[in-house]
């Protein structure tokens, strides 16, 4: 088998040896598995050839963008062939207000690619990295869906190969356009070759405001208000005072004050917004600046994830979604918990979507501590799925959130999910024991047994 | 004639005579009142080898003549379940009328913003094209739905959030399929904050489009092309027909230089969604198209194996009928 994909793709483009184990894991880092080879097509026919050549001999394979997926979607835990899709970083067209990318694109470069007035709108904070195969598969948020929608409503269409070995390209028409059910599928269904994207005129003028609350309650009740005062804002981030903390160590400082903060950035009708979000941050006890130069501040919330290396070298992200009404709640008791249970948890999230991201540190080289981590992370997400919430917002199920799928859905659900990936995949290729499953696989260690089942 | 199948589907659901209005025709009519009637329905009509359609007002029917034997029409499902305007979304049965919809949100000052004249049900499954361009089709406000499969199945798909990565989007791609895959039974559609809104008649579109009008459309009636920005604040509103004859799809951006071209009655340009869609006159040849009405054969240019397997998970006795 490595022969034939030497001759494919050229014998550099083949790992095999120890080189394969970077390989092994995302950015959901608590778990690693072990490609039995590792493929990096170069282009779009190479692409086909080796994945025709793999699903032909019935072999199992992890497609993979630029693996900074958080939930493990991309860990082989079978021993799977993974094939790379970097190399596929082409713009095959920019034309009115679309472009068509190879899907190893960085998210950053489609805006980079685009006329200067046009922007590709789903900004997840890894842009710089992740690819656009990734971002489609794991339907990505980021700052600004709040208004622009995730990555979903920026998918006009999409180029394909199923397991049976053929290549689809989808007109980008409203009516029968299967594009819908690869977003979100989380490479379960066939590989994305290409990808045609949407791109929004820019705005003329973006105005941030930093909301600086003393308790948690204040600031959440802050966000809701600001819907029912009938502003939608092109973003609306909190930091919580933990996290802020932690920014405020690390080399993504900005100068915050040490409280729980909202970015709100706002991109229509500037004035109106304004005095109405600051009237908001009032009636909730909050104070606000309005910052002439705001990069510092988003550049603080973009690095809060990554700062968290200041006081931890390994974390779980968590990503669960409430309802907005709900944030107030579920924020006191994630505070709750983490007295209670002795955890730092930090809190830096997409307020304006519900879509809660609470960070909690482990140690990797004490698993009591990377269990404690899990169940905390349980209890949360558990406790967001009856408030009306979902288990995952925007990172996805992966290998990290199968068993909320059974908390989520019902039996029935569940089978009919089932029955799709069967059709599309009748052997069981692609990405196994991970994303929307039925059965649950037999978890090979303890920190499986952690992740997967109930105690 | 009193057929044995007309007895059983009496015994689950109130059954009426059948419709005949020249592109939708059935033998009988029923009216489920619950999901898990509803589920029966399709169930039955699977053990018996029916043909079902599925629909509301039964205003904007979209490609091939329908001659089923079970029409299901959603209209006694119409009640609005919840508003919610902390979270901007409502909660919403297949059935309900999307104009008498609107009216209620309104009095929450919300709305869906889309002008639709048949149920939130057809809506949904039509994913058609409004004059608020710039904010994309009905598909992508929709946050989540409960649908009935082909199997008779009842299921959850999606959620009220605006993020929702836990599942396959089932309720996102039955959006522009036409009940041909599985049916609405309940939405949950994403709203904004309610506007009013007029048009303006504007010489570069472009631009219109560029300074973020809520959208731009051009308008062909005998050969004269107006295009005019749809904004924010009252004032004069067009008439856009609802029904057309068919639709030209083109790269977004791309669609003054489509409705120059065309021969027809009367056409209008949906700029940036990429479709223009005309009454009257001749389709063009070497185009994309999508026939509207009367049409037979291929009419969504959307033969593909990926729908093929969808409808192989979703309806696999094949009991909706074959639109497409
Ligand atoms: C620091 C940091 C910040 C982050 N911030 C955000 C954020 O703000 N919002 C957010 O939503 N996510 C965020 N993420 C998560 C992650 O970046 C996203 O999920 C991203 O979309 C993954 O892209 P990727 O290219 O790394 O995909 P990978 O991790 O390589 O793959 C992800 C999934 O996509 C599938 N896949 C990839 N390419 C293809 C293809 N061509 N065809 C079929 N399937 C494919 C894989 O099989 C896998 O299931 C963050 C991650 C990090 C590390």
Redesign the pocket.
Known sequence: MIEELRKIVGDKWVITGEERKLYSF??FTAVSGEPSVVVLPGNEEEAVEVLRYLFSRKAKV?????????SG??VPLQGEVVVA?TRLNKVYSVEGYEIEVG?GIANAMVTKSAPKDLFYAPD???YV???I???V??D????RVVKYGPTFNSVLSLKVILTNGEVEEFTPSPFFNPTSIFVGS??TL????RARLKLVPKPKARKTIVGVFQTVGDASRAVVGIFKAGVVPSALEMMDKTSVSIVERSRYKAGLPLAHVLLIELDEDLEESIARVVKVIRDNDGEFFEPEDDAPYWNARKGA??AMGVVSRAYLTLDCNVPRAKLPLILSKVEEMSRNKGVTIANVFHAGDGNLHPLIPFDPDDKASLRKAIEVGSEITELAISLGGVPSG???I?LEKVKFLERYYNATDLEVMERIRKAFDPHGLL?PC??FLKEKCQPKDEVFRWLWEWD | MKLDWVDKLSKVVEVKGGISSGDVNTKVEVYPATYEEFAEVVRLCAEEKLKAYVHGFNAHHIGKNVFADVGISTLRLNKVIEISEEDLYVKVQAGASFRELKEELKAHSLTVPFNYGGSVGGFASTNLPSVFTSLGYPKDWLLGAIVVTGLGEVVKSGSTTTKFSSGYKIWKVLSGSLGWLGAYAELNVRLLPYFEYHFEEVKDHERAFKDRALGVIGVKVGGEVKKFAVKKGDGEKLEIPEVFDFSILTIRGKEFEEIEGVNADFCVAYYGLGIVRCLGGTPPKGKKLVKERGCEGDCFNANYTSLKLLKKSLDPEGVFFDVI
């Open positions: 995302d950015g992890v497609i993979r963008g630029s693996g900074t997926s958080l979607a991309t899709m899907p997840p904070s890894s990295v992740s690819s195969g990734g971002n598969s794991h990505s948020g980021g700052m989380e490479g066939g590989a994305i070759l994830f990554p925007e990172h996805g992966g990405n991970k994303s």
